[in-house]
């Protein structure tokens, strides 16, 4: 069973940093099963908002981005754990940020967060004052 922990979530001020990291747990990218197309990223849903993905990164290393964060964040991944610094950050970053991971490729599109495809961590809260 995949499991998704997520931490590094809190409240800053517009302008500053945080990095989220989520560690899984029966998933590792170094499994020879796991075809390139896998995927582990983030979503992110602020209330009244869509859920939307804003990084992803593949087996293969292909890296996404939402262009709202292009250029403030880096996504990394180091066996099972994917990490997303976020910089420069602005008050409508605030949003509940969620983990997520699957074999066939994450949705650029999904209405709401957790989906029922994949797997999806607890999710954590960013907050950004001005």
């Known amino acids: 069973e995949v499991q998704l922990v997520e931490s590094g979530g809190g409240s800053v001020q517009a302008g500053g940093s945080l990095r989220l990291s989520c560690s899984a747990s029966g998933w590792t990218f170094e499994d020879s099963e796991m075809g390139w197309y896998s995927e582990m990223g983030w979503y992110r849903q602020a209330p009244g908002n869509k859920?939307?993905?804003?990084?992803?990164?593949?087996?293969?290393?292909t890296t996404y981005y939402v262009e709202s964060l292009k250029g403030r964040s880096t996504i990394s991944q180091v066996k099972n754990t994917v990490s997303l610094q976020m910089n420069s950050l602005k008050p409508e970053d605030t949003a509940v940020y969620y983990c997520a991971a699957d074999r066939g490729g994450l949705r650029v599109f999904v209405s709401d967060c957790p989906a029922d495809f994949g797997y999806w961590g607890q999710g954590t809260q960013v907050t950004v004052s001005s």
């Open positions: 859920c939307e993905l804003v990084s992803s990164i593949n087996k293969a290393g």
